[in-house]
């Protein structure tokens, strides 16, 4: 059976490119011009993912993906943001309402292809993934089994990616790992389009972290590491 994804976005000309792409790549598309109608195909039919446009008409693309995100019927679909938003603040809001990916206009249709590719590659390895770890830095604790991540004993929400970028780092303490790599492993992106993204999660999820950002270093003109020592 094909996997299916929602296109959304309220210019025809984008929706109708997007929308053939996907399709010549072999997969199954619904299309949706509003967030409204959005919100309704994606709970009646369950997309694998949706690519979601933030200037929609009525319901915006940020406000679509905070409800899908409350919904136990949609929380758990991809949603990979295609907006012509560039500034970092920007980026920063989308993924923390929840978009696994942010992608902005004008964008390489093959690129849009590798990042859907991807997402769903990872969905699949997380669905049937059976770890038992928990790790504990100081305050910090990770238990990957539960995909929860804990500050002082207290919850922390992340994204997915921000989750696998702590995971990742975490994995293999105060050894340094550049943007390329840190891309290569948690995403397997192509790393010359999207190097950039690295920093914006990586600022997402120092915030996040509060008193346990410090873990997450900077190693100026390499990337980052997880460093143990604190």
């Known amino acids: 059976m094909k996997e299916t994804i929602l296109v959304v976005d309220d210019e025809k000309d984008i929706l109708e490119l997007v929308k053939y792409n996907i399709e010549k790549a072999g997969y199954k598309t619904y299309t949706a011009e509003s967030g409204g109608e959005a919100l309704d195909i994606a709970s009646k039919r369950i997309p694998s993912l949706i690519v979601l446009d933030l200037m929609l008409p009525g ?5 679509v993906c905070r409800l899908l995100r409350k919904n136990e019927l949609t929380r758990n679909i991809p949603v990979i943001m295609l ?8 980026m920063l809001a989308g993924l923390n309402v929840g978009a696994d990916d942010y ?7 093959k690129v849009l292809i590798a990042r859907i590719e991807t997402v769903l590659r990872r969905k699949k ?26 500050v002082d004993n207290k919850p922390i929400k992340l994204t997915k990616t921000e989750f696998n970028i702590l995971v990742f780092l975490s994995g293999s303490p105060d050894k340094v790992f550049s943007r390329e790599q840190i891309l290569d492993k948690a995403w397997n ?7 950039r993204a ?3 999660h990586v600022k997402s999820l120092r915030t996040k972290l509060g ?19 604190n």
């Open 59 to 63: 319901v915006d693309g940020m406000e």
């Open 83 to 90: 907006t012509a938003k560039t500034a970092e603040d920007d």
């Open 103 to 109: 992608i902005t206009k004008p964008f390489s249709v």
């Open 125 to 150: 390895s997380e669905s049937g993934a059976s770890y038992e770890a928990k790790v504990t830095f100081g305050p910090l604790s990770i238990e990957i089994s539960k995909h929860e991540v804990l």
């Open 189 to 195: 992106y192509e790393t010359a389009v999207v190097d």
């Open 198 to 200: 690295v920093d914006v």
């Open 211 to 229: 008193k346990a950002d410090k873990y997450i270093q900077t190693v100026r003109g390499v990337g980052y590491k997880f460093s143990a020592r």
